[in-house]
């Protein structure tokens, strides 16, 4: 089983910078991927920076977020600056892993929620 546990995330005034933490523990035997996708109300949840076989940004977030990981520690962080109010969204971490029982799966954080106001 693994588990994905993000940290992170509050309120923050425009303009401002946050840095999200996710953890993925449990029987992981390799971590292929970890992203971070975020849903606003009444929206669809949107990939907005993805960190696997290569680095991929949202055209919204580009310049302005960056993904690092940490892979001894099973860890993706997600450092957010520069906010801007329609970044406001609960932010999910994602992970593609292969686990000691068999192949990959897809498996998801609780979410933290971000919110960029005055």
């Known amino acids: 089983q693994v588990q994905l546990v993000e940290s992170g995330g509050g309120l923050v005034q425009p303009g401002g910078s946050l840095r999200l933490s996710c953890a993925a523990s449990?029987?992981?035997?390799?971590?292929?991927?970890m992203n971070w996708y975020r849903q606003a109300p009444g929206n669809q949840r949107e990939l907005v920076a993805a960190?696997?076989?290569?680095?991929v940004y949202s055209e919204s977030v580009k310049g302005r977020f960056t993904i690092s990981r940490d892979n001894a520690k099973n860890t993706v962080y997600l450092q957010m600056d520069a906010l801007r109010p329609d970044d406001t969204a609960v932010y999910y971490c994602?992970?593609?892993?292969?686990?000691?029982?068999?192949?990959?799966?897809?498996?998801w954080g609780q979410g933290t929620q971000v919110t960029v106001s005055s």
């Open positions: 994602n992970a593609i892993i292969r686990s000691m029982a068999g192949g990959p799966a897809n498996y």
């Open positions: 449990g029987s992981i035997f390799s971590v292929l991927a």
């Open positions: 960190s696997g076989s290569s680095t």
